[in-house]
């Protein structure tokens, strides 16, 4: 079992249709990170949280730590929001290092 | 510049052959971080700096690979003997801190193709 799960592996949507991305993880943590990947590699931080809910433009990043879940939502997608959604996550059991989710496979269709 | 710089963006080698990687992390930025994307998989995580000084290593596949890091700048990582599972993108990022709370900026990637 991966420490961390990401959900759905692949995902396509219509334009314009609000998407949501599940990351679970299995132990105490003190940061959690949503990251894009666009093809041709180039890797952005999104959002790194520890509690709560962060907002920034379409995206939402929300985190239960008591549930360890986290969720990424789009709303209004677009084709340019076509990319790799990671979640990553640190925790005192893994050093100072992030341990990676799989990664969701978005693709938006105009 | 303003980002994380890697060389060279791609690298073919033939098996056996060693290969640098270099990473140039944003000026100021203590923590430094390697990791490594196989195809199709997800990221691993190799390796990191704080300053000069590797506190985890558990990463590192194997003992054919090393890095350092000067200066508080500059890392290089090394991988001896190359083999074809070594063919991946190397990843760097950096941050101000090492801290749970520092955001990590990453760099473009090395692709390396070992032959």
């Known amino acids: 079992k991966n420490e961390v799960e990401q959900s759905p592996q692949n995902l396509t949507a219509q334009e314009g249709e609000f998407i949501t991305i599940n990351c679970s993880y299995s132990?105490?943590?003190?940061?959690l990170h949503w990251l894009q990947q666009h093809p041709g590699g180039g890797i952005v931080s999104l959002f790194m949280?520890?509690?709560g809910k962060k907002k920034h433009g379409r995206l939402i990043a929300t985190i239960n730590i008591q549930e360890k879940h986290s969720s990424l939502h789009i709303t209004a997608s677009h084709p340019r929001d076509s990319a790799v959604y990671i979640c990553?996550?640190?925790?005192?059991?893994?050093?100072?290092?992030?341990?990676f989710g799989a990664g969701t496979i978005l693709r938006v269709k105009s | 510049g303003a980002g994380v710089s890697q060389s060279p963006s791609n690298k073919v080698t033939e098996k056996g052959k060693d290969v640098e990687l270099r990473c140039d992390p944003i000026?100021?930025?203590?923590?430094l971080y390697w990791y490594r994307q196989r195809l199709g998989q997800g990221l691993e995580f190799l390796i990191y700096?704080?300053?000069?000084?590797?506190?985890?290593k558990s990463g590192l596949p194997s003992d054919r690979f090393s890095a350092e890091r000067t200066g508080e700048s500059v890392s290089t990582l090394t991988i001896q003997r190359t083999q074809q599972e070594d063919s991946a993108v190397y990843l760097c990022?950096?941050?101000?801190?090492?801290?749970?709370?520092?955001?990590?900026?990453f760099g473009p990637g090395t692709r390396l193709t070992v032959l």
């Open positions: 700096f704080q300053g000069n000084s590797a506190p985890d």
């Open positions: 132990v105490g943590i003190s940061a």
């Open positions: 000026s100021g930025h203590t923590a």
């Open positions: 990553a996550v640190r925790s005192g059991e893994y050093g100072n290092k992030l341990v």
């Open positions: 990022a950096s941050s101000q801190l090492a801290g749970a709370y520092n955001e990590q900026f």
């Open positions: 949280l520890s509690s």
